[in-house]
């Protein structure tokens, strides 16, 4: 008999977390079955780990369960020779998972047994009677998974409500729905009011104002949602509800038909949020607006367009009548940048400073990180020529920048009265001409330079410290308690580790967009990265 250790390790799952809380629980049944075996297995030498590998609460239909992942990290590692299971559903219900699960094992020399089923994988004969029985465990599995769709399909074609949180305006009571009188009444003076001023942002502030908390996202599920009218919808269809609905038809037709001009009519971004909005003019003077249109792929294009084109008078449209919105801002971007890096420039400013103080907020400015924000702050307005840009800066504000920089404060944003010099400076910019004759930017002035946001590396780093965390098997409250922060921040906080890779990579690399915000960041809740792409870039 060999003198060697055979280290085994007990895995125990359990599909809900029903019962769990009891003092002696399912998987304390399947552990104390699998202690009592390999204490059977002594004369082979076979001794128990103390890790426990118990995954309460997860569906062996994949492999994302925490235990499970810790298990296999161990087997490579080298920690693990035999894993014992009470059966072989326990340790998954996926042919294919059991077979990257095998691959793992053979690679590192370790096994499995199921004590109720006398299996070995050391064995060919234990490996096809194994393939056999996962074959039906998960022909089973998805008999199941189609009967349960079947059911709830067939229950909502009937109205049915099939649990789920109740939409706001009804509570739920015998697996049913009924109206809420209050509530009711705050969901119809919603669908009245949106009617009324047809825009969600101020059906919200509204909101407010009476005491409500509803988001604009939430407020555009409530409009569309048909439960409202009495219907239960399924996979895009929608079949007549058991429950009374709350809204007449007429009035969500009403809405339905306001929001379908909204989507026709409305910018896809708050034109105040834009860079230039009320400081950008032509060459004539004409104010020029944020715009977009939409092109034969759906893709939207944004431009900053003369008022007197859209006020379709041509006798007052400059040379520069339309311009590309992303290509100037970036331009703009860029030009702060080097602004902040050439020393003629900043000398008028500073040339009253102490000589010390000039050196270091000359090495300071170096190193600085501009948001649009404050860019917007900085500038009093923007003309366009065809060959070149003009633009004026507020001379106070600008200074007191330079000392909020020194003083390693927050800039103070000064008021009308207080901003009485400018500064302006021209730069040669290439404008082209596409086939209609309106004016587009075809170049561009410098190349943008990295702007590292060290709080916004910080962050990210610490949701994919966290998410590892979680991979490893603790819980959001554990990482709360550990951190002396609240659960819900550590939640918004992990759902950073699912951006897109090139939005992380453009932060690392410090080329995100200027008004890259934690706060835009964290308003991204689209799984699909390049939908997430799209959104910070607009």
């Keep these: 008999m060999s003198d060697k250790k055979i280290r085994c390790a007990i895995y125990t799952r359990k599909s809900t977390e029903e019962g769990l809380e009891q003092e002696f629980n399912s998987l304390q049944a399947q552990r104390e079955a699998c ?21 309460g609460g997860y569906s ?27 059966k072989i559903d326990r340790l998954t219900r ?8 095998v691959e793992v094992l053979d690679k590192h020399n370790a096994s499995f047994v199921s004590i109720t089923q006398h299996f070995n994988t ?54 049913k729905i009924y109206p809420d009188e209050e509530k009711a009444k705050l969901i119809i003076s919603i669908f009245q009011k949106y009617v009324d001023i047809k825009s969600t942002t101020l059906v919200k502030e509204w909101l407010n104002k009476q005491g409500h908390n509803i988001s604009v996202g939430n407020l555009n599920c409530i409009l569309r949602n048909k439960a409202y009218i009495g ?20 009035l969500f037709e009403q809405v339905q038909a306001v929001m379908a001009d909204n989507r026709i009519n409305r910018q896809h971004y708050d034109p105040k949020k834009s860079l230039l909005s009320g400081k950008l003019y032509d060459d004539k003077g004409n104010a020029m607006s944020p715009s977009w249109s939409t092109g034969c792929s759906g893709k ?22 339309k311009v590309s919105l992303p290509q100037l801002e970036n331009f703009i971007d ?68 330079f000392n909020a920089i020194y003083e390693n404060r927050e800039m103070h944003q000064l008021k009308p009265e207080e901003l009485k010099q400018e500064s302006t400076y021209t730069e040669p910019y290439h404008i082209g001409t596409i086939a209609n004759g309106e004016k587009i930017i075809v170049g561009q002035f410098v190349e943008p330079r990295k702007r590292p946001n060290t709080e916004l590396i910080k962050i990210l780093n610490q949701a994919y410290a966290w998410h590892q965390d979680i991979l490893d098997g603790k819980t959001t409250q554990e990482i709360a308690n550990r951190e002396k922060v609240c659960v819900q921040y550590v939640r918004r906080i992990l759902n950073l580790s699912f951006l897109s890779p090139k939005i992380v990579r453009s932060i690392l690399n410090g080329t995100q967009p200027a008004d890259c915000t934690l706060k835009k960041l964290l308003s991204i809740r689209i799984p699909n990265w390049r939908e997430q792409e799209e959104i910070l870039t607009k």
């Excluded at 202690?35 to 995954?55: C, F």
């Excluded at 219907?231 to 007429?250: F, R």
């Design 60 to 86: 062996g239909g994949n492999m994302e369960r925490p235990a499970l992942k810790r298990l296999l990290s161990d087997i490579r590692s080298g920690l693990v020779d035999i894993i014992v299971v009470y």
């Design 94 to 101: 996926s042919l294919m998972d059991f077979s990257k699960i």
């Design 35 to 55: 202690e009592a075996y390999i204490k059977s297995q002594k004369h082979e030498n076979w001794q128990l780990l103390p890790t426990e590998y118990d995954d």
């Design 334 to 401: 860029s030009w702060f940048d080097q602004f902040l890096c050439e020393k003629p420039k900043i000398h008028p400013y500073i040339q009253h400073f102490e000589v010390s103080k000039q050196k270091k907020l000359l090495k300071l400015l170096f190193s600085y990180t501009i948001t649009r924000d404050i860019e917007k702050s900085l500038i009093r307005h923007i003309k366009l020529r065809p060959n070149e840009v003009e633009i004026t800066l507020h001379t106070e504000q600008v200074l007191e920048l």
């Design 231 to 250: 219907l239960v919808g399924h996979k895009g269809t929608w079949y007549q509800g058991e429950h009374q609905g709350i809204i007449d038809e007429s």
């Design 300 to 321: 939207t294009y944004r431009y900053y367009v003369s008022q007197a084109l859209i006020r379709k008078e041509p006798g007052k449209v400059g040379k520069v009548s």
């Design 122 to 175: 050391t064995t060919s004969m234990g490996r096809l009677t194994l393939n056999m029985l996962l074959s039906f465990a998960q022909f089973e599995r998805e008999v199941t998974g189609e009967r349960i769709r079947d059911k709830i399909s067939a229950s909502k074609k009937k109205g049915m409500w099939m649990g789920g949180k109740p939409p706001l305006g009804y509570y739920r009571k015998d697996k």
